[in-house]
């Protein structure tokens, strides 16, 4: 068997119907994931018997035994959650399953996140699990928008990032979400008086500079080159996968706020992101179109910067005419609506909507998209990103 | 009476952290340092991560500090700022200590004329049971 057949792909994506925080009452988030993976598996043209692992992050609560069991897979050889809170984690247990397959360990891994804000903890309040919280609670620094507020507030005193850089990000995502039937804001359009009259979250950040709270399941299904040749399903590539973090990011925003002076206002990814490229064999130039992790918008703009899309300090004058929109837009963001105006999954839609461009199934497709950039959560630890490519 | 009312999350020390508390409840702002190498470091951690002694010593931080960052909370995410908001959240950095910075509040100031790099002197907060939290406002120009 060569290397190169190991190389991992994904050959499925499945989800739940998203809704509002609260909207799924009739069924628990253990039964949503449970058939976003079904629906994935479908997809792919596989059964749960052909399934050996699992992966996920940010402290799941559907444990991958548990699912084992629910779902009838006779034996799991792959079993891992990315360590870390929030979001970041996303695209490191995608990591983890190319590692699987690619080493052999297991043969197909489901990647996947369940999140019911509705019947667990709503993120955007207080919790007594916070990491550090002695440091931060005390305060009145309750939650992710206070938190990652005060980095974009020094974001825009170290560099010409303004408000309405701010709200190009916010309008982008609502106009895709706007032609996405699956996207919660589908019916609701934003206009940019809108957005300006909305109240203080934590300033600088409006209400719709922030994330939407939802209900909602994703799975997204990883196996081998070899394996996905004998499937119907087009199979999306997977070029490159990394995650990592910097020194004194795992006590950083959601903490004490001690990162080093010359990368705090930034999402702590910049020390893969070069190699990411590399490895991909490609640019930034070369990526057709991006979904970036959009839990606030001035994170999506430094992560434009630490992905080399643009220079340090440059990304609001990067998104400026229409660069980011769809369809003429030289690299249309977030095209699913993101998880501003699409649902909040933890970055697992962002992933589905990078397969779906790949595939052309998208609600905004970019014609003849070849490679997408799909990131995890940002300004937490760890980061992590993928840059997926069209079967050719 | 505190700043914030009595329902609002106090600090819980634990084995890690209880000598910065022990200091503020004295009203001494003491960041932790390596015993061994001098390293300073914030969160306080058992081990150095420089040398990776055990040794802890404390060093006292001067006044005033430098605002850092911040950002005005208007949105209560806990019922006991609800009556409070809305409120300053500063990260503060003290100019002879490199390398350690401070959650705390910006108080004493319209919100609207916070600035990243105002001097601002250090204030104890009563928050009751002998504990006392350590707060910001604007320096006096004798302070600065």
Redesign the interface.
């Known amino acids: 068997m060569s290397v190169a057949r190991q190389e991992p792909c994904i050959v499925g994506v499945g989800q739940s119907e998203f809704t509002r925080w609260g909207g799924i009452q009739d069924r628990s988030q253990f039964q949503i994931t449970a058939e976003a993976i079904c629906a994935a598996l479908r997809d792919a043209g596989l059964s749960a018997s052909d399934v050996d692992g699992f992966a996920s992050f940010s402290n799941d609560a559907n444990e991958g035994p548990l699912m084992q069991v629910a779902l009838g897979v006779p034996v799991i050889r792959w079993s891992s959650m990315v360590w870390g809170g929030g979001g970041g984690g996303s695209i490191a247990a995608l990591a983890q399953a190319c590692a699987a397959v690619e080493a052999g360990h297991a043969n197909v891994v489901v990647v996947y996140r369940g999140l019911c804000q509705g019947q667990g903890r709503r993120f ?3 919790s ?1 699990g916070r990491t ?12 992710p ?2 938190m990652l ?3 974009v ?2 974001f825009m ?1 170290l560099y010409p990032i303004t408000e309405e850089h701010l709200s190009e990000v916010v309008l982008n995502a609502r106009a895709n979400a706007n032609r996405n039937p699956r996207a919660v804001m589908y019916a609701r359009t934003l206009s940019r008086e809108q957005y300006f009259q909305a ?7 409006r209400l719709y500079d922030c994330c939407l709270e939802t209900d909602g399941a994703c799975a997204v299904v990883v196996t081998t080159r070899e394996r996905a040749n004998d499937l119907s399903a087009q199979a999306v590539d997977i070029l490159a996968v990394a995650h990592g973090s910097g020194p004194d990011w795992g ?1 950083g925003p959601l ?4 990162m080093p002076d010359d990368d ?1 206002a930034s999402t702590n990814s910049k020390r893969f992101t070069r190699d990411l490229f590399a490895r991909a064999g490609v640019s930034p130039r070369e990526i057709d179109v991006a979904q970036i992790y959009d839990h606030f918008s001035g994170l999506t703009l430094m992560a434009l910067e630490d992905y080399g899309f643009c220079g340090r300090g440059e990304s609001g004058d990067f998104i400026s005419r229409g660069r980011i929109r769809w369809p003429d837009g030289e690299l249309p963001l977030n095209t699913s609506g993101g998880q501003l105006s699409e649902a909040y999954v933890h970055g697992m839609n962002l992933l589905i909507e990078g397969v779906r461009q790949l595939r052309g199934e998208s609600t905004s497709q970019v014609p003849n998209a070849r490679t997408c950039l799909v990131t995890g959560g940002l300004g937490v630890s760890p980061t992590s990103g993928t840059i997926l490519g069209r079967r050719q | 009476m505190s700043f914030f009312p009595d329902e609002m999350p106090r600090p819980e020390p634990d084995r890690d952290d209880q000598g910065f508390w022990e200091a503020c409840a004295q009203r001494r702002l003491c960041f932790q340092a390596c015993g061994a190498c001098g390293a300073l470091r914030h969160p306080p951690r058992p081990i150095c991560y420089r040398c990776h002694s055990v040794e802890t010593k404390w060093v006292e931080a001067p006044s005033p500090a430098v605002v850092y960052t911040f950002c005005v909370v208007h949105h209560p995410n806990h019922p006991a700022v609800a009556s409070r908001v809305p409120y300053v959240v500063g990260v503060v950095e003290f100019p002879s200590l490199p390398g350690v910075r401070l959650v705390t509040n910006i108080t004493d100031i319209a919100h609207s004329a916070v600035r990243i790099g105002m001097p601002v002197s250090i204030w104890w907060d009563d928050i009751g049971g002998g504990m006392f939290v350590p707060r910001f406002r604007p320096a006096a120009p004798s302070d600065a």
């Open positions: 955007g309040r207080f007594t550090q919280g002695n440091f931060v609670n005390p305060f009145g620094l309750f939650a928008p206070q507020a005060l980095l507030r020094r005193h109240r203080w979250i934590a300033e600088p950040l006590t903490g004490s706020h001690n705090y």
